[in-house]
């Protein structure tokens, strides 16, 4: 993929704080227009990697581009959004002075900053807490502010840490709805999240990593159309059917009436069923079960998470 | 440029916010009554001549802004102190180093801030001192201006080295550093004046060592001087008349010193981790 059409590049990427390796070698792609997860257990250098690709921590080695330029460089940055894993700010700001702040930070005029905080605040539905004190927020408005100004410069690229740490299921809904809305505008989104079920549904594309190391990347929508495993109840199974099965894939279960094997496709599954009644078979249950982001996550990232 | 303001806006706006800049002009304020008070209940006798009346007078004046030297420096290394290091610990500041702003306007943002509230300060309670001086014993102050700027340079660098300090160091041990050094300074000052007194050279050239390690107490001495009327000077007539005066050469040096810790902090801060 040509440089310009990637959001995000990274080659080796490495840190180490004095003899502890936070990241190992990072060797990332994210094409621009994608919403990208970026899955690890604790301690597997997800935030670290995110602060080399903002420019606020050095790597150690190796090399990271954002949007077609080296990390961290001020002009990029006016294009970029970010929602640090716990955001904090100056508790005696009002929501909206905080927003406003942040916008001058960007360079926005008065008049674009008229127009562009109420809408954030009606977006992250803190339009009644527009005047309160920061500190006065809860967890979960603080979440809510903190990425009302990771959108206020309308960036091509935002990064979100744990976006919907500290948030109730309204609040979950409204993240997911926001990132979706980003896709649309044809924003990149690079979402590190610690709810699989969430990025399920959010995500064109995950990364499991472990030490700061990518050990697989995935589309989602191949995964959905991808490997299935179907559970079946049927008798009349002999052995001679049961190596017909092969065919479709591994058989990793059966016993008198139960049989369960992995395909590589679910579009296989009629087909697969035809060969059951054409050879006598009585079938009473087929249940196709795909493999979670969970279950996937454990099996690439093993049980103990690596630590 | 605009980042800069924007900080250094901020910085200030923070300070008025929290209450700091008012809880410390009524702290101010209180003091100045005090001192009001002082003067205006002072009498002296037939056997004071007027000369010796404005020696008197002037000693009052220059113990009047020791303690209000102090009350500036206590409020700018307390309330600096923590603006980097706790910003970094909390990750406060992490929302801002990752907008459009270079990390060396970020910190040069904040400190002008911190410069512009206590220069506001500053000039309030010296000009508020000289005034009520004036009104109520007509007393005019020496050199205000020179003393002032003195005063004001002590400040701005003891804010630098809290700065500099707090781009290596946690908050505490920032606070005991920044506080610690001027308390060498304040000891090697007085070294220096008995040194001066009892014409040990060796004591005195301990002193002025301490004042290179952190030549803020020096400033204060200069100011001093520049302040007090030259027969309380000769006459060694106040504790607070430097017996041994800091050359002009120690105050180029302590201007190059918080230029340099300025220079470094900004080092320190743009290569830094956040």
Known sequence: ?307 | MRSIWVLARLTFKETARKKILWMALFVGLAFLLLFGLAEHYQTFGPRITPLIRRQILNTQFIVGMYALNFLVLAMTVLTSVDTISGEIASGTIQAVATKPVRRHQLLIGKWLGFVGMFTIFLCLMVCGLAAMSYWITGYSAHHLLRGLSLMWLESVLLLTVAFLFGTMFSTLTNGIIALGLHGLAFLGGWIEQFGAFTNNERVATIGVLASIVMPSEALWRRAAFEMQSPLVGALGFSPFAAGATPSGMMVGYALVYTIVSLAIALRLFSKRDL
């Open chain 1, 1 to 307: 993929m040509q440089t310009a059409d990637l959001a995000i590049r990274t080659r080796g990427l490495r840190k180490t704080f004095l003899n502890n390796v936070a990241v190992e070698g990072l060797t990332l792609e994210v094409p621009r227009g994608e919403v990208f997860g970026f899955l690890g257990p604790n301690g597997a250098g997800k935030s670290t990697s995110i602060k080399m690709m903002l420019g606020l921590v050095a790597p150690t080695s190796g090399e990271a581009e954002v949007l077609g330029r080296p990390a961290g460089e001020v002009e990029t940055r006016r294009k970029i959004g970010f929602l640090p894993e716990h955001f904090q700010f100056y508790g005696w700001l009002s929501g909206w002075e905080l927003l406003d702040v942040h916008g001058r930070l960007h360079g926005m005029s008065r008049q674009k900053l008229r127009q562009r905080i109420p809408m954030l605040l009606e977006l992250v539905g803190l339009t009644a807490h527009r005047d309160k004190r920061v500190r006065e927020f809860s967890k979960g408005m603080l979440q809510r502010i903190g990425l009302a100004q990771a959108l206020l410069n309308e960036p091509e690229l935002i990064f979100l840490d744990e976006p919907t740490s500290g948030l109730d299921p309204i609040g979950r809904r409204l993240v997911r709805d926001i990132i979706k809305a980003q896709r649309e505008r044809g924003a990149t989104v690079f979402l590190n999240s610690h709810l699989l079920s969430e990025v399920e549904i959010t995500c064109d594309r995950v990364a499991f990593i472990k030490r700061g190391r990518v050990l697989e990347t995935r589309a989602i929508q191949t995964w959905i159309d991808g490997e299935t495993t179907v559970s079946l109840r049927a008798r009349k199974l002999d052995a001679q059917i049961l190596a017909g099965l092969a065919q479709w894939g591994a058989v990793i279960h059966s016993d008198a009436e139960r049989l369960s094997l992995t395909v590589g496709t679910s579009d296989v599954i009629p087909d697969l069923l035809r060969y059951l009644v054409r050879s006598g078979v009585d079938v009473f249950e087929v249940t196709p079960h795909r493999l979670s982001l969970e279950e996937r996550f454990l099996q690439v990232v093993g049980e103990d998470g690596g630590l």
